[in-house]
């Protein structure tokens, strides 16, 4: 191995010293993600758990089939309705939109609820294993 002189050193040490402060951050940020990742898996799993009966029967998630429709409430003299802090009100609706062109055979849909339900098991397992930060 090379034998660095002290200035070489002492370059070294500056950017480390400099560096520091970023790479603090960036360990930050890298935990952060870690926690949401693991937010959005529960999540994304009870979602999948919800949407298996509709997806088991129909071949379609409710997404799919529905769709949301936000509609701007109006005075009776055209003027926007607003609640007490002066927002726009609105009202929300869920259309029935019908299944798409093409309907999938109920194979695929069954094997799609069987795939959901097994990572769900895997991850309540892994789960069980590892420490609530809760």
Do not use: H
């Not at 660095?4 to 790479?23: F, G, P, V």
């Not at 609706?93 to 695929?108: C, I, L, N, R």
């Amino acid at each position: 191995m090379k034998e660095l002189t002290s200035r070489e050193i002492a370059a070294i040490k500056r950017i480390a010293q400099n560096a520091d402060a970023d790479y603090q951050q960036v360990c930050k940020i890298n935990q952060k993600i870690a926690k949401l990742q693991e937010e959005r898996d529960r999540i994304q799993e009870n979602l999948n758990l919800t949407e298996a009966p509709v997806v088991s029967r129909y071949g379609y998630p409710s997404t799919t089939l529905v769709k949301k429709e936000i509609i701007p409430l109006y005075n009776e003299d055209g003027t926007p309705k607003t609640d007490k802090e002066g927002r726009p009100m609105k009202q929300t609706k869920y259309v029935w939109v019908g299944f798409p062109a093409e309907q999938p055979e109920a194979t695929v849909a069954e094997n799609t609820v069987a795939e959901n339900v097994q990572v769900a098991e895997e991850n309540v397992e892994q789960e069980e294993t590892v420490e609530s930060i809760w």
